[in-house]
T-cell receptor, first 114, second 108 residues
Framework: DARVTQTPRHKVTEMGQEVTMRCQPILGHNTVFWYRQTMMQGLELLAY????????DSGMPKDRFSAEMPDATLATLKIQPSEPRDSAVYFCASAPPGPNTEAFFGQGTRLTVV | DQQVKQNSPSLSVQEGRISILNCDYT??????FLWYKKYPAEGPTFLISISSIKDKNEDGRFTVFLNKSAKHLSLHIVPSQPGDSAVYFCAARSDMRFGAGTRLTVKP
């Protein structure tokens, strides 16, 4: 049963702490997306990678957010330092090669910064 | 600048009736579009897609129409069922930036 796996599912942290969210894309998928969902913003694209290379991170606050793909089976999204306004659900999605393929989403990480 | 827009934040329909969800885009280079459905506390799930070489794609109760000249997509659900109540998002595949979503409520 191929699926995108995100960990942790829930995270509560104090303001100023570092937060790392992880995503395991579906095997064979070469494109990975990170999204943030807030009440007001809908699904906001933060960054995406193809073949582990970052293609677009224009949606990501550069001063505190960073996204990496250490290898083809792991994508990470870090926030340092975290702030209460970062509280949201963060989704990862992966897509197979090809221009017209659908992306598959993970269950998300619900982050609460207090 | 948001290139894919869903201007209706919510829609309420009666069970058995048709639901029509709309999506507009600005970039004429977009050639493949996706619709996703999202339930609370779950990730979005793929629903249906359409290529710009077509003007219609049908999958069971779901049909997506594409009007390239108007840069407009619509998702039709017929007949609507209470289980269809969710937030629906559209996106262009080459961009993967979603519209703001439309919350559909289907009343029994």
């Amino acid at each position: 049963d191929a699926r995108v796996t995100q960990t942790p599912r829930h995270k509560v942290t104090e303001m100023g702490q570092e937060v790392t969210m992880r995503c395991q894309p579906i095997l064979g998928h070469n494109t990975v997306f990170w999204y943030r969902q807030t009440m007001m913003q809908g699904l906001e694209l933060l960054a995406y990678f193809r073949n582990r290379a970052p293609l677009d991170d224009s949606g990501m606050p550069k001063d505190r957010f960073s996204a990496e793909m250490p290898d083809a089976t792991l994508a990470t999204l870090k926030i340092q330092p975290s702030e209460p306004r970062d509280s949201a659900v963060y989704f990862c999605a992966s897509a197979p090669p090809g221009p017209n393929t659908e992306a598959f989403f993970g269950q998300g990480t619900r982050l609460t910064v207090v | 600048d948001q290139q894919v827009k869903q201007n209706s934040p919510s829609l309420s329909v009666q069970e058995g009736r048709i639901s029509i969800l709309n999506c507009d885009y600005t970039n004429s280079m977009f050639d493949y579009f996706l619709w996703y459905k999202k339930y609370p506390a779950e990730g979005p799930t793929f629903l249906i897609s359409i290529s710009s070489i077509k003007d219609k794609n049908e999958d069971g109760r779901f049909t997506v129409f594409l009007n390239k000249s108007a840069k407009h997509l619509s998702l039709h659900i017929v007949p609507s069922q209470p289980g269809d109540s969710a937030v629906y998002f559209c996106a262009a595949r080459s961009d993967m930036r979603f519209g703001a979503g439309t919350r559909l409520t289907v009343k029994p």
